[in-house]
């Protein structure tokens, strides 16, 4: 009650809740986990509620909040193992989500940019930190690196990209289903495969052996495929039970992960049936949980469970990272400060020398390449789960666990920044990567000499599901149909349809003239302002209709003043897809109020076909 007392005193001076009687104090003596929880909890809400109104990642607040409250600040905590406790289920069902995030039949999908880039990235990045210590050390500037695994965890910190404040920042700009999102993602899953790799060989480090890596990828296997079997006969059904009780999803889900991490804990002892004593397949609690979420990803309850499972998980992952932040010792040299640094200066430099050339050179065009890479220029979450990991071993010092978490901190403040000026950086330096060989991709020779009666600008949903039902409905329109986007890898899929294309910024006045859009007859702008990055759809229609003084200019808005605006800029035709959705709803209403629904639908599947047998370009 007294270290309550005290820390509202220090947060609230003025407030004198705290006068109770001893005899009353007494009666309400708190356990100390329960202590803990709340004064961990309280001082993060407050100074989470201090960094979100100035735009700092929350992440940082509950470090800062661990720092605080820990043994080298305000010393608030009774037991720190308490904290320890519970981060631990943070950790797990954080991993847990994450599997259950992972589509792997869509990741094989994805093309070979992400796929090649997500497999050599990572060890090429520890490569570059690897080299880049010893290179230091050799020329006598390592300040405070220098031992034995050093140079290896320095390469692991800055080979990985924060999961969960990139992802954030995407979903809450809505761009997570763009270009440059998906490659954040798809890199993403594969740097947190890559860190549950070397988290599963970080305990063999200091005796390395071959056997025993073998017979932990051996009870991988084993426990990934008794819960893909499980997933794919039991759960289903025990979900299907708990479906009518909304409120159940949680506890099955938790439940689920629960018996995964349990089993895979225990797996020693069916080795040890079939292999003898010396074999060792348990599998680490956070891969359990991964491989828990993995198989379960496939049900039909998955959003429903993610939601839930969220809710719990924050709350955890909350403890989790306060936790870290009071693993961290006093400051009690500069060369922690140096390492921290050094750690953020390379992590952005190998965005720029490792994941920008991978990206371009697998075939992803500079502009997507260059934000994607921007955009990942932080250290992950995962690098303090392996630096916490790493100090529990004895592999890095506590000054270096530390000097990641001072990185992790500086490149999280970093990031909403670099997020918001990704495409404003790209136009800086696109000049010195065009002169440099990083060429922007050129226009398809065989249809450069040829126009279009009609452009559109930008490849997004709509032009996709347009094109579509133009090629099923008006083939004959295909041919005239000419396609200016910047995202090359969608140019083959858009050629084959039998529609012209052309690599082209849209926010380049020169691109749009060169690219034939004076001589259309019809222009569409189909991407919302959303989505559109240095334009608008009111610019858009300015530029055009000062090119083009003839054209049809269709374009789209997302506010009613919004249109208003486009309109005065020169459009000739505004849709809004809110309005639109509405009216069709409202004739659906309508139609099933006079009970012809069935055959409204049998006639628009008649006419446009089911929607999942659409072979659109966007799935």
Not at 344 to 357: H, N, Y
Request: charged share 15%.
């Amino acid at each position: 009650m007294r270290r309550t007392c005290k820390v509202i005193s220090v947060l609230v001076p003025g407030l004198l809740f705290c006068s109770l009687s001893p005899a009353y104090a007494a009666s309400a003596e708190m356990p100390t986990l329960v202590h803990d929880i709340g004064i961990s909890i309280l001082v993060a809400s407050i100074l989470s509620i201090i960094f979100v109104r100035f735009k700092i990642p929350s992440i940082a607040a509950f470090l800062l909040c661990g720092i605080l409250i820990g043994p080298i600040g305000l010393k608030l905590i009774t037991e720190p193992a308490n904290i320890d406790t519970i981060s631990e289920l943070g950790f797990i069902l954080l991993l847990f989500l994450i599997g259950m995030e992972i589509d792997l039949r869509r990741m094989l999908r994805s093309g070979k940019m992400i796929l090649i880039t997500g497999v050599l990235q990572y060890p090429i990045t520890v490569l570059f930190g690897f080299l880049v210590v010893n290179g230091l050390v050799s020329a006598g500037l390592s300040s405070g690196l220098g031992d034995t695994y050093d140079a290896l965890y320095f390469g692991i910190f800055i080979a990985g990209s924060s999961t969960l404040l990139v992802i954030k920042l995407f979903q809450e700009n809505y761009e997570l289903d763009t270009e440059p999102g998906r490659i954040a993602l798809g890199l993403l899953v594969f740097q947190d495969i890559w860190a549950v790799i070397f988290i599963i060989v970080q305990p063999t480090l200091a005796a390395p052996s071959l056997v025993p890596v073998l017979m932990t990828f051996v009870g991988i296997a084993l426990l990934a495929s008794v819960s893909y079997f499980l997933a794919k006969s039991l759960v289903p059904l025990v979900f299907k039970w708990l479906a009518k009780e909304p409120q159940l999803i949680l506890v099955g889900a938790i439940g689920w992960c629960f018996s995964i991490v349990f089993l895979g804990s225990n797996l020693d002892y069916a080795g040890s049936f079939l292999f003898g004593e010396s074999s060792h397949f348990s599998v680490d609690t956070g891969m359990s949980a991964l491989i828990a979420g993995l198989t379960v990803a496939a049900l039909p309850y998955n959003r429903e469970i993610i939601a839930k499972v969220g809710i719990v998980r924050d709350f955890f992952v909350t403890l989790f990272f306060v936790g870290l932040g009071m693993s961290i010792p006093p400051i009690e040299n500069v060369s922690v400060v140096l390492i921290a640094l050094g750690l953020a200066v390379f992590a952005v430099l190998s965005r720029q020398l490792i994941f920008f050339p991978l990206l371009y050179f697998t075939g992803g065009d500079q502009r997507h390449a260059q934000v994607a890479s921007i955009r990942l220029a932080q250290i992950s979450e995962f690098g303090l789960v392996i630096a916490y990991l790493g100090t529990h071993y004895g592999h890095i010092s506590n000054e270096l666990s530390s000097s990641i978490v001072f990185a992790f901190i500086l490149t999280a403040l970093l990031t909403p920044l670099l997020y918001k000026y990704a495409y404003e950086i790209h136009r800086k330096v696109a000049p010195f990567l065009q002169m440099i060989g990083f060429k922007e991709p050129a226009g398809d020779d065989q249809q450069s000499g040829m126009d279009y009666d009609i452009v559109l600008l930008g490849f997004h949903r709509v032009a996709s599901s347009l094109l579509h039902d133009i090629a099923k409905h008006k083939p004959e329109l295909v041919s005239r149909i000419l396609v200016v986007d910047f995202n090359v890898q969608l140019h083959p899929a858009i050629r084959e349809l039998g529609a012209g294309v052309r690599y082209g910024d849209l926010s380049n006045d020169e691109i749009l003239l060169n690219a034939g859009v004076g001589k259309a007859k019809v222009v569409i702008a189909t991407i919302p302002d959303d989505i559109l990055r240095g334009t608008s759809n009111k610019k858009l229609v300015q530029t055009v209709r000062r090119i083009n003084q003839k054209a049809i200019i269709i374009a789209n808005a997302e506010e009613m003043s919004s249109a208003q605006a486009v309109y005065a800029n020169g459009a000739d035709y505004v849709y809004m897809s809110r309005i639109d959705t509405a009216r069709a709803l409202e004739n659906i209403i309508t139609r099933t109020l006079d009970g012809v629904l069935q055959d409204y639908r049998h006639e628009e599947e008649t006419l446009h076909g089911l929607h999942h047998e659409r072979t659109e370009i966007l799935k």
